[in-house]
């Protein structure tokens, strides 16, 4: 997290040169936002991932501000592509395309497929619906698990799409499964609160689609890593965002959490892991303006290039330059900046009360993403009166998911079923 010398911004921009992206007069409605500069807002649209060729995903309807969130936009029925690639036996899946919000609070939309069961409902009454919130880890469009059941697996879909098969126990089990493209239209990797409006938009969408199916079932939720991020999100925002859905969501689980990004700048920086956190850093700029203020030109040659659409695997291997983030920033010391400052406190959400049971665990030898972090988070909502529970599995980052994963759906699996959850907070 240390600075570096003052003089280096000052050199590294002297030595490279702006890069040439386009600067339209007219800022597209996807890269607007109020309070910002002109030359920022066109930084923005160029920094934006490219368009994936599919309207569905790529257009943005002039008429949103006068939607609602959760508004129904469109819906693609899917099941021909998607029914091979989750394997466990569906009756039908459905894109869904709705209106939601920004991390600003400014119109947008979110996609999501719904994935319906053969299997009878282990339970009486409507069939519950299983959240799953994939580590969708990318910047590009075609990168999202909601492309790839709609386009069938390519070079851009993630293995960690099928892999832990959450999905397919849970339509095994006979639940509904929802999964978000959470990351948003501008694939704002990282970003939490964009995130968290996704998910509640889904569950709002889906019932308006079909209320008898979808509008009173119990809900959970899951999520591992960047999928935890956007669990977090939707339960820490759901009082206030969507209040309607707290009386039907029993619980979420989240492992691997990146619950404090501040820490994450000491764990991730600089090495191997720097290529994800350059990529989060990048995927939060989307949504959050006021970071590419702070780009020299070496980082707007990089956020304007064509890493602008890497998926998880390319993005990971880029670890391998142990770039320090100091060296892409016009400010010396930009993690203690008041912008880095502010993104801490935003992405953080320390006094947002999740108003549902959680589940949270972390390998106990994690190196990147720090266990300190999510016993935080555990005590934070202990404290806020949150009944939950903190499980330390073995193992780091990859392996922790595979100790953590039959515990998680065993959990989510008891709150579907009725089971109350057991409090594991110390109350004094």
């Known amino acids: 997290m240390m600075a570096v010398p003052p003089q280096i911004p000052k050199a590294i921009d002297d ?28 930084l923005r649209a160029a920094a934006l991932p490219s368009p994936s060729g599919d309207p569905l995903f790529d257009r943005w309807s002039p008429n949103l501000k006068t939607m609602a969130p959760g508004t129904l936009i469109t819906v693609r029925d899917v099941t021909a592509t998607a029914a091979p690639l989750v394997t466990a036996p569906i009756t039908r899946a459905r894109l869904m395309k709705f209106a939601s919000r920004d991390a600003l609070g400014l119109p947008s939309f979110g996609t999501a497929t719904i994935l319906e069961p053969r299997a009878k409902a282990p339970v009486r009454g409507p069939r519950p619906i299983l959240v799953n919130n994939l580590a969708i880890n990318s910047l590009g469009t075609t990168c999202t698990p909601g492309y790839t059941l709609a386009h069938g697996f390519d070079k851009d879909s993630s293995l960690t799409n099928f892999f832990p098969p959450t999905t397919q126990l ?14 948003g239209p501008r694939m ?7 995130a968290g409006h996704v998910i509640l938009d889904a569950l709002r969408a889906a019932a308006r689609l079909d209320r008898p199916r979808f509008g009173a079932s119990k809900i959970a939720m899951v999520g591992y890593s960047g999928g935890a991020i956007a669990t977090n999100g939707a339960t820490k925002l ?20 990146p619950a404090d990004f501040r820490m994450l700048v000491g764990s991730m920086n600089a090495n191997l892991a720097t290529g994800l956190f350059h990529g989060a850093t990048f995927g939060i700029s989307r949504e959050r303006p006021e970071i590419l203020t702070m780009a020299n030109h070496l980082a707007q040659w990089m ?3 064509p890493l602008k659409d890497v998926c998880t695997l390319p993005m990971a291997v880029l670890g391998g330059s142990f770039l320090p983030m100091q060296l892409m920033s016009n400010d010396p010391d930009p993690f203690h900046s008041p912008v880095a400052e502010k993104i801490y406190r935003v992405t953080k959400m320390a006094d947002a009360k999740s108003p549902v049971p959680l589940y949270i665990y972390q390998g106990a030898s994690e190196f990147w993403i720090p266990v300190a972090g ?9 404290r806020l009166g949150v009944n ?28 579907l079923r009725g089971i ?9």
């Not at 704002?188 to 964009?194: F, M």
């Not at 935080?376 to 909502?381: A, D, P, S, T, V």
Request: hydrophobic share 40%; glycine share 10%; aromatic share 6%.
């Open 15 to 42: 030595a490279i040169p702006a890069p040439p992206y386009p600067r339209p007069r007219v800022i597209p409605q996807r890269a607007q936002a109020p309070g910002v500069t002109k030359a920022t807002l066109q």
């Open 170 to 183: 849970a339509l095994a089990r006979g639940y509904t499964v929802i999964v978000p493209d959470h990351e």
């Open 188 to 194: 704002a990797y990282a970003e939490p609160t964009t």
């Open 238 to 257: 759901m009082s206030g965002y969507a209040p309607e859905l707290v009386d039907r969501v029993v619980g979420a689980a989240m492992g691997g959490v």
């Open 303 to 305: 956020a304007t290039s």
């Open 374 to 382: 999510a016993r935080n988070l555990f005590h934070e909502q202990c």
């Open 388 to 415: 939950a529970s903190f499980h330390a599995v073995p193992g780091e980052h990859v392996i922790g998911e595979l100790a953590g994963f039959p515990g998680a759906l065993t959990w989510l699996d008891a709150r």
């Open 420 to 428: 109350p959850a057991r409090d594991g907070c110390v109350r004094t």
